[in-house]
C-alpha cells in the first residue's frame, strides 16, 4: 500500500490537524514542517505531492504508538529503513492496543473473515516457515475496519 495513502487514512480516522500530526513526529524525535506535512498527506495529480518515505512512515507510527500508549524506558526504536504492510499493520495493532479477537472483529466490520491462524502468520519474522506477506487488500480493509470503529 502506497505510504501516502496510510498516512492519509489515519490522519482521516483519528481526526487528526497538522499540528496534531507534527507533534506525533516530534514524539519519535524527528522534527517535520507543515510544508513537508501537506506534501505527503496531497494527492498524486495535485502539483505540490511529495512521497512519503518508508522511514517518514515508519517514524510517524513509532510517534503513534507513544502518543497512544507511552513512551517506553530506556531506548527508544529506531525506525525501520524499509517498510512492508506487515510492519505497518504490527505498529497500527500495538498503537491501539489490539489482540488477536479485536482485529478479526474490525477486520469483519468491512465484511473480511479470516481464521486466527491467517491473523498470527502477519505478525511472525519474515523466515518462519508460518509467515505470510500481508497484501494491500488486507490492510486496505483493516484501515477501513479502524476508520468504521474509530470514527464517528
Known amino acids: 500500500m502506497d505510504n501516502n495513502d496510510i498516512l492519509r487514512r489515519i490522519r482521516y480516522t483519528f481526526d487528526f490537524e497538522d499540528s496534531k500530526m507534527m507533534a506525533i513526529f516530534g514524539l519519535?524525535?524527528?522534527e517535520v514542517t507543515r510544508d513537508e506535512l501537506c506534501g505527503w498527506l496531497k494527492?498524486?495529480?495535485d502539483p505540490g505531492f511529495k512521497?512519503?518515505?518508508?522511514?517518514?512512515?515508519?517514524?510517524?507510527l513509532n510517534g503513534f504508538i507513544i502518543e497512544r500508549r507511552g513512551k517506553k524506558d530506556g531506548p527508544q526504536p529506531e525506525p525501520?529503513?524499509?517498510?512492508?504492510?506487515?510492519?505497518?499493520?504490527?505498529?497500527?495493532?500495538?498503537?491501539l492496543e489490539l489482540q488477536a479477537e479485536d482485529v478479526l472483529e474490525i477486520l469483519a466490520l468491512s465484511e473480511v473473515r479470516i481464521?486466527?491462524?491467517e491473523l498470527s502468520a502477519f505478525f511472525r519474522k519474515p523466515?518462519?516457515?508460518?509467515?505470510?506477506?500481508c497484501?494491500?487488500?488486507?490492510?486496505?480493509?483493516?484501515?477501513?475496519g479502524v476508520q468504521l470503529m474509530y470514527r464517528d
Open 43 to 45: 494527492k498524486e495529480e
Open 80 to 95: 525501520e529503513q524499509k517498510i512492508n504492510n506487515n510492519i505497518v499493520f504490527r505498529k497500527l495493532k500495538i498503537a
Open 28 to 30: 519519535a524525535d524527528h
Open 127 to 133: 523466515g518462519h516457515k508460518h509467515y505470510r506477506e
Open 115 to 117: 481464521s486466527r491462524h
Open 51 to 60: 512521497k512519503c518515505t518508508d522511514s517518514q512512515l515508519a517514524i510517524f
Open 135 to 144: 497484501k494491500d487488500q488486507i490492510l486496505r480493509h483493516f484501515l477501513q
